[in-house]
Structure formats: structure tokens, C-alpha cells
């Protein structure tokens, strides 16, 4: 999608809407230098800057930003250990370049049931919500692939991911928050640094051939991985170690 700018600021610029259906006569888009990313804060309308990724603005930076990190309440980790999680997650917020994801602890009634997964990016002292409502492109802590250079391994299902995280070492877990994948955000990283582990039903399968046809390993799990013993997700990432770090 074209962008018309019409002013320029330290970390976006400001456009015209690109939706055809919204007459901006006063420009309200945002499009983040960092991301690529626009969204229209009249009207919603958010996708990608067309060949963004190829201009002096978008790089893969050195890890400059020291994340923040908020404990989880009882009554979630609780949630979580219910869900066979041994190693709790705390709120957390990755870098901003990579547009940030966060665990937030659902309510219903003032009660803690669960959590759910949101996306944002620190926008000046606030959190600026740009995925309310949608999937963001994963879930989890990407720092150990920015500090160590840990390969990524990439779960669809949450639950996977938060199992792996005590059996994890030397890798970078992450979520791809289901099988409809955000390719244009992985192409941003070496292919061979990124492993995918996908369900084994047919959208799964799908996406695991989509991925191998755009040069990614990827796979499709025999058992659910949020469902996994401990002895088989141990043997599940020593399999992706192997791969990835050969």
C-alpha cells in the first residue's frame, strides 16, 4: 500500500489514510519508521508501507532497549499451572522493534481467569494499542535471540510455548499465535535461525508447506505441544536444536 507523507517526526511519519473510504482531509495515519507499520487513528485501517523494508528506515537493530517486566498475579500462575506450565512468564514487554507483545491477565468481574495476549509499542510515556482485537505476529520474550543470538523456535500454540520455557535453553521460544502465519514479519530474520512447529491438523499442515516453500524449517507435530510430556518436548527441542544450530 502507497503512502502519501505529509510530515515527518523522529519515529513515524504522519500520511493521508490510504482507505479509499475515508475522505482524510485531515491527516490522522501514523506510519512507524521502525515497523513499517501504518494504522489510521480515525478510521483503523492498518497494514504494511509498500517495500518499506527496503528503505535507509527499516533494519534489524542491535538489541538497544531494556525490556520491562511485571509479575504475574496468584490467581495467574495458578491459570498456568492448570495449563502444565512450570516456569511462569512475567509480564512482559519485548523490544519495540519488533512491535512489542505483552501478556495481560483477563478479568471477568474483578477476577483473574486467565490471560491473554496483546500487542503495542511504548509511544512516548503511554502504550499506544496498534493489534487491539487481532493477532499480533507472536507471543513471548524475544531477547535471548537479540542478547545470545538463541535461534527461534516458533510454536503455533501458546501453550506450547510457555511449556518449553524451563526445557529451553539455547533457544528463543516464541508463539505464532495460530497457523495463519505473518510472513512478511519472519522474512525479516535469517530463515535458518527460525524453526516453525505447527499442529497437526489441516491447517497446520498447510502453513508448515507454506513455510517450507519460503525457505523455512518447519514442521508438524505428531502430539499436541501444549499437551506434551516433559521427556517428549525435551526430545521435540533437542530435534530443533540439532537443525538449527548444525
Known amino acids: 500500500m502507497e503512502l502519501e507523507r505529509v510530515k515527518e517526526y523522529q519515529k513515524y511519519f504522519l500520511c493521508r489514510c490510504p482507505n479509499p473510504h475515508h475522505k482524510d482531509t485531515h491527516p490522522s495515519c501514523i506510519l512507524w519508521k521502525d515497523t513499517g507499520k501504518y494504522k489510521c487513528m480515525s478510521c483503523d485501517a492498518s497494514g504494511f508501507a509498500d517495500n518499506f523494508e527496503a528503505n535507509t528506515f527499516f533494519k534489524l537493530p542491535d538489541f538497544d532497549y531494556e525490556p520491562e517486566y511485571y509479575p504475574l498475579s496468584p490467581e495467574a500462575k495458578d491459570y498456568l499451572k492448570a495449563r502444565g506450565v512450570t516456569k511462569f512468564p512475567n509480564f512482559l514487554v519485548t ?3 519488533n512491535d512489542g507483545v505483552g501478556f495481560l491477565q483477563t478479568r471477568v468481574n474483578g477476577h483473574v481467569i ?12 503511554n502504550m499506544r494499542y496498534i493489534y487491539q482485537g487481532t493477532k499480533a505476529p507472536y507471543t513471548g520474550d524475544i531477547t535471548p535471540f537479540y542478547e545470545h543470538n538463541y535461534p527461534i523456535i516458533v510454536f503455533e500454540k501458546m501453550f506450547g510455548m510457555l511449556r518449553s520455557l524451563s526445557l529451553a535453553d539455547g533457544l528463543t521460544p516464541l508463539s505464532s499465535n495460530g497457523s495463519k502465519v505473518d510472513i512478511r514479519f519472519w522474512q525479516r530474520f535469517n530463515s535458518a535461525s527460525v524453526l516453525f512447529i505447527m499442529d497437526n491438523d489441516e491447517a497446520g499442515r498447510r502453513a508448515k508447506e ?13 502430539v499436541s505441544t501444549d499437551e506434551m510430556s ?4 525435551e526430545a521435540l527441542l533437542k530435534n530443533a536444536k540439532n537443525i538449527l544450530l548444525r
Open 95 to 97: 523490544p519495540p522493534h
Open 114 to 125: 486467565g490471560l491473554s495476549q496483546r500487542m503495542f509499542i511504548p509511544f512516548a510515556s
Open 210 to 222: 507454506f513455510l517450507k516453500e519460503r525457505g523455512f524449517n518447519a514442521f508438524v507435530s505428531r
Open 230 to 233: 516433559e521427556t517428549q518436548m
